[in-house]
């Protein structure tokens, strides 16, 4: 079964597919899954003056009991130049007993799909207030992707849009009145984000900034009932997060991650921040705590997401659902 992107995405409803990373984090737990560290090539033209090359060849392979998969996605930064996405792939979806292909996913839509909907389960499990109003910094793929799945999956009534491109924030606005919310676009950053906070109870941050895009904790806008998802900064010189932010969560206990897997090599936010990795919690013995947790004070409750290809594994068991082999 070959699904376009547009057929990938109605197989991956955000709330089902919240459900289905639960279960995932299930399996992890027992033993009964597990995905290898995703392999990186440069690809292109790599030279020794230029050994990046043109774009990067990401695989990442996965397993359960009943299935295994691979996704296939190249990066080209320089693909909007030529009119091209800037990222491409596809997820090869196949049955773990005979190895029989089962479908084939849009990979874009599948990683857009799951990484919003880790952080709208990390939402439903962490946040001390998920029927409040939500800030998204960004307005990329994935923060439509996040405000989507927020919408959908929790009881939301007001968002609040802030980007460096002021017509993208107000076009993912648009898109916010379209599903039923309320929304509004912060024009201006820093003064604008600190006095939204008093009203917010969640924030996502979806940015590939290589600075901070939240006040730092000494600001005195931040409360113990803050939930924040952090998911953009995803290489060691990208940084969404001040540093005493990080560092304030982590000693109350209150630093979650999706996962350990490659954290150390891509939180730009966390290795900036200098933070002891024994101190963050991966996210599936911290769901197993989330009341203990979520009682915590002392910092905002931070949820770093860096990716991990057991998400799109559960993506594939929720499209694949009903298919025979």
Known sequence: MLLDAAQTAARLPYPELAVAIADMLGELRAGTAMAPPRLALPVGDVTAASP????????????NADLVMTKNITVHPGNPARGLANILGEVVVADAHTGVRLALLDGPTVTGRRTAAVSLLAAQRFAARPDGELLIVGAGVQATTHLEAFAAGLPLR??????????????????????GLEAEVLESAAGEIEAVLDRVSMVVTVTSSRTPVLPDLDAGCWRD?????????????????????????????????????GIEDEAGDLLQAGIDWAAVQPFETAILAADAIRARTGSPLVFKSVGYALWDLAACALAVRGINA
């Open 225 to 261: 009932d803050h939930f924040i998802a952090a998911v953009g900064a995803f290489r060691p010189d990208m940084c969404e997060l001040p540093p005493a932010l990080c560092r304030g969560a982590a000693q109350a206990g209150r630093l979650l991650a999706d996962t350990l897997f």
């Open 52 to 63: 990046e090359g043109e774009g990067t060849l990401l695989v990442m392979p996965a397993r």
């Open 158 to 179: 007001r968002v609040w849009l802030h980007s460096r491109t002021a017509d993208k924030a107000h076009a993912l606005a648009a898109h916010a009145r379209g599903l």
